[in-house]
């Protein structure tokens, strides 16, 4: 048998060495790189067989496990490899990858570790688990020799005469002692089944010792036509369900999908669920899987699509999602931006669809659907040019309305005092006695939440154009006043505010040099008909949104508030309150009353602190007290 030796040309030495300490961390990616190999090889086998029209054996790949000889062979059927193929794909144009790899590793110093797995090292990612690899390979072409390559990890390589009768490759691994788990059928299966669940050819493993034995069969590990490969039209709700349950097998059922597939200027497939939110599971970052060419690459799809559309679930799958690239640079990669753009906008007008042609359904899952969709506005200006004007808020009213339609619903008399104002009504905070305010009045106020509304209120404040018209956002408390009460105040009115003022305010002069306490109420009369509560707290506009801001900001969450606490002197109880101030002789029960219309106040906007329940059920105890004792008398 005639040997020919030859030496891998490389300047670095330890080119091994890195190979095997770096990617320790995930060794278990050389099955993944063997794999799409094979499957390149297959693929390019067909390829040719088409072109010049002959027939071909299935193509299939075999993972044989030798536990005695040690050994993990992949073993494909495709288009095989000559030796002068295996001289300059494997030892030269594979080691350019390699090389690129350690070079990025020494400049990465210290945190190289970042980079591996990331970083796909093909054909060399075979060492980091054997210290010897063969390439048995017979080409596909007429006359081709079998040939023979092996390597035991160090620069040296020995080509011999090679055995192969059938066209294709074998790639044997001597697994090496620290990886021996991989020897281990269950584990080539589990690891296998991680990769290439999806991938187009047959992926058996093959018990090399029991294979002779007469009902042997070996395991099939994939499903080889994945739904999304497939015709959309072909395809019925139900096996989306079942190929999302498949996916995420934890999760209840997703809303609604979209498929995808796209063949120019780049291609891509893939299915995009609308997940349920589990508002009480993390986030995860690993909802959208990426494949290229069947291949499981990863489920991080940071950087390749913007953070919002990772509350997505699904698969993409693109030959344009390089494998063997390390994550940093896909991040410029021109095809993963465009394919990045592609999916913002297939998603947004998926949405439009739903909203202009079911509404219905549009609005059911809009709970779950909302804060992906204003998160994806504030986040990205394309999507935002679709669906702004699709952001549908729930009203005090309980209808669901777009901003315009808001607009559009404000009864004639309220219009021009509006303008461009929006009313909101704070979920967890507004007076809910404001509600019935507004009600009566045919108005509504759009119930907004504490997370990403306010992003979204200022997105829409301040990014503005021809489609997207000028809005300003104004919560019920602090516009009610302006908009429903009466102007003129009587005697009557005054001295109620003079009542309070003396009791829950006292002292209001600010001496010189000191600065007012920023946590002082101050006292205002409405007079608003149909007004069912004695008062409520007010905040101004801007404060509020200074207090957000802060809080955002990560300063303390008790900004102090300026307050001002609105009473409503037609309410019998203002007015009992005042004519037994008049009679006079009470002075200790008024007090209480008056203190007590704050506490209500208080109780019905943002609640009172655990620090303030005590307070308040002692002075709740003496008010009643107090009262039940004018009635024994
Ligand atoms: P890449 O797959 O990115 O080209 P690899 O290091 O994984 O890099 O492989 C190097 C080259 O070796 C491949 O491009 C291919 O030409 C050749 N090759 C590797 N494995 C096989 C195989 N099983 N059959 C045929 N050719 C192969
Ligand atoms: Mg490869």
Redesign the pocket.
């Given at each position: 048998m005639s040997e020919r030796k030859g030496t891998i040309s490389v300047q670095t030495n330890d080119i091994f060495p890195i190979i095997k300490k770096w990617l320790y961390s995930e060794h278990d990616i050389f099955l993944r790189?063997?794999i799409?190999?094979?499957t390149?090889?297959i693929t390019?086998r067909a390829a040719f067989a088409r072109t010049h029209n002959v027939e071909l054996p299935t193509g299939k790949i075999d993972v044989i496990v030798n536990t005695k000889e040690k050994t993990v062979t992949?073993s494909?059927n495709?288009?095989?490899?000559t030796e002068e193929?295996?001289e300059k794909?494997?030892t030269q144009?594979?080691f350019s990858?390699?090389k690129e790899f350690v070079e990025k590793i020494e400049q990465a110093g210290e945190k190289g570790s970042d980079i591996i797995g990331k970083f796909?090292?093909?054909?060399?990612s075979s060492f980091m688990v054997a210290d010897k690899v063969e390439?048995n390979?017979l080409s596909w072409q007429e006359g081709a020799k079998a040939a023979s390559w092996s390597c035991h990890g160090d620069t040296e390589y020995t080509f011999s005469d090679g055995t192969k009768t059938e066209v294709?490759?074998d790639?044997v691994l001597h697994i090496n002692a620290e990886n021996e788990e991989f020897l281990n059928e269950w584990k080539i299966n589990e690891t296998l089944r991680k990769f290439c669940d999806f991938m187009p050819y047959t992926i058996s493993v093959v018990n090399d010792e029991k294979k002779s034995e007469e009902d042997y069969k070996p395991s099939v590990i994939n499903e080889m036509a994945p739904l999304w490969k497939q015709d959309p039209k072909e395809i019925k709700d139900e096996q989306y369900l079942e190929f999302f349950r498949k996916l995420f097998p934890m999760d209840s059922e997703p809303l609604f999908w979209l498929h995808l597939k796209v063949d120019h200027p780049f291609t891509l497939e893939g299915i995009l669920f609308f997940p349920k939110l589990n508002q009480k599971m993390p986030f995860q970052e690993s909802n959208i899987k990426l494949y290229s060419k069947q291949v499981f690459v990863s489920d991080n799809v940071k950087h390749i699509v913007p953070e919002f559309l990772s509350l997505l679930k699904g698969v993409i799958d693109s030959p344009d999602i390089p494998?063997?690239v390390s994550r940093s640079s896909l991040q410029g990669d021109p095809n993963v931006k465009r394919i990045s753009n592609y999916v913002v906008k297939k998603v947004a007008e998926a949405l439009k669809k739903l909203f202009n042609n079911d509404r219905e359904k549009y609005q059911t899952i809009w709970e779950d659907t909302g804060l992906f969709v204003k998160y994806g506005c504030v986040s990205d200006d394309k999507f935002d040019d679709i669906l702004r004007e699709r952001v549908i808020f729930q009203g005090t009213d309980d209808k669901f309305q777009t901003i315009a339609e808001y607009k559009e619903s404000i009864p004639e008399t309220y219009a021009e005092k509006l303008g461009d104002k929006i009313l909101y009504f704070e979920k967890d905070k507004s007076d809910p006695s404001l509600k019935n305010i507004l009600a009566e009045e045919k108005l509504s106020a759009f119930i907004m939440d504490d997370h990403i509304d306010p992003h979204f209120m200022q997105h829409c404040e301040m990014k503005k154009s021809e489609t997207k018209p000028a809005v300003q956002f104004v919560s019920v408390d602090s516009e009610l006043g302006n908009l429903v009460a009466s102007e003129n105040s009587t005697e009557e009115d005054i001295k109620v505010k003079d009542l309070f003022n003396k009791i829950l305010v006292g002292e209001t002069e600010v001496k010189e040099g000191e600065v007012e306490d920023p946590s002082k109420i101050s006292i205002e009369i409405q007079k608003i008909k149909n007004s069912t509560a004695p008062a409520y707290f007010k905040i101004d506009e801007q404060m509020k949104r200074f207090a957000k801001m802060a809080v955002q900001m990560g300063q303390n969450a008790s900004f102090p508030l300026k307050k001002t606490l609105v009473i409503n002197p037609g309410n019998p109880l203002i007015q009992n309150a005042l004519k037994i101030s008049e009679k006079g002789g009470n002075d200790s029960l008024v007090e209480k009353i008056c203190h007590h219309v704050e506490d209500l106040a208080t109780i019905s906007s943002e609640g009172l602190k655990n620090d303030e329940k005590e307070a308040f059920l002692r002075r709740t105890q003496d008010l009643m007290q107090e009262l039940t004792g004018h009635l024994t008398q």
């Open positions: 790189e063997l799409s190999n094979a390149d090889a390019k992949i494909d495709g288009v095989g490899m193929e295996i794909y494997i144009l594979a990858g390699a796909g090292l093909g054909f060399y390439v390979s294709g490759t790639i494998l063997n």
